[in-house]
Each structure stands twice: as C-alpha cells, then as structure tokens.
C-alpha cells in the first residue's frame, strides 16, 4: 500500500501508526519511507522517529499546553532523547492513560482535548453525537492529571 501511494506524486506526507506485526512495524516503515515522505509519528514514538527521520509529530498536548509540545520538539531536533522520552512519559502517556480510559465511555476523538482546553480556559467547543459530554464523569480526572504533568494555568475545582 505504502509503494502504491510513492507512486502518486501529490502525495507528500504520510501520518502514520501501525500495529506492531513484525512485517511493517511502525520503525521500519518510517526507516524505509522518510526519503520519500515526509513521515508524521501518530504512535507516540516521537523519539524513535526522530532518529529515523520522520518529519513531525502528532501531540495533542498542543492543544492546550504549546509550550510543551515545543519544547518537546526542540529536544528532539537537539538529539536530547532521554529529555524528551522522560517528558512524554511524565505528560504524554498520562494523557493518553486517561484518553484510553475514555474511549470505554463514548466515542469518537478530541473529547480529552476539548476537557483540557476548557480546564486551562482556552474555548473549545462541544462535541458532537454520538460522542458523549465527559465533563460531568472526567472533569476531575483531567484536571488532576493536568496538575500531576504540571501544566500551567489549570483551572480549580469548579
């Protein structure tokens, strides 16, 4: 499939994520594929990519909390690896702990993101159907883990 859009010449980036198969692991696509795509890490192996090349990372913590996800870059284009492996498990994988948490309530993507914005007051918007309002289940939760990853900005408790 991934040769097959090579062959397409609009096609310029690839956002990608794949399971773990031992034919296409998500390291070897990158490792084969970042010459001729610019390579979006969507696994959360920002600094595994990076060595390899991928061009950009997916990180929903931008949403609410750019200046991480800045800083997070600039480690990554300094080569500091353990720096930024250290942050994303201090930040990253809380959130994505509390994201998968969610997915068992409602449907459907950005529910987490729109919750963490609000709790740092930044607008956001309503999610539509068939997702549910998390708010009234997760409000606590997030922010909780907002304040454990040392977000700046978070909201007391409404």
């Known amino acids: 499939m991934i040769e097959k859009l090579g062959d397409i010449p609009s096609v310029a980036s690839l956002k990608w994520s794949s399971p773990d198969n031992n034919v296409r692991t998500f390291e070897?696509?990158?490792n084969t594929f970042s010459l001729r795509f610019s390579i979006i890490d969507n696994q959360l192996r920002f600094a595994t990519s990076h060595m390899l090349s991928a061009a950009a990372i997916e990180i929903h913590i931008a949403?609410?909390?750019?200046q991480f996800a800045v800083s997070l870059w600039q480690d990554l284009q300094r080569g500091a690896y353990v720096e930024a492996q250290h942050a994303m498990m201090k930040v990253v994988?809380?959130?994505m702990a509390l994201?998968?948490?969610?997915v068992s309530?409602?449907?459907?993507d950005g529910y987490i993101d729109k919750l963490c914005m609000e709790l740092v007051c930044q607008a956001s918007s309503r999610n539509r159907p068939p997702t549910c309002d998390v708010r009234e289940k997760y409000l606590e939760a997030a922010r909780q883990m907002l304040l454990d990853a040392g977000t700046p900005g978070v909201i007391a408790r409404p």
């Not at 994201?99 to 969610?102: C, D, N, Q, R, T």
């Open 105 to 108: 309530y409602t449907s459907g």
């Open 28 to 30: 070897h696509v990158v």
């Open 93 to 95: 994988q809380p959130y």
């Open 99 to 102: 994201w998968s948490e969610m």
């Open 63 to 66: 949403n609410h909390w750019l």
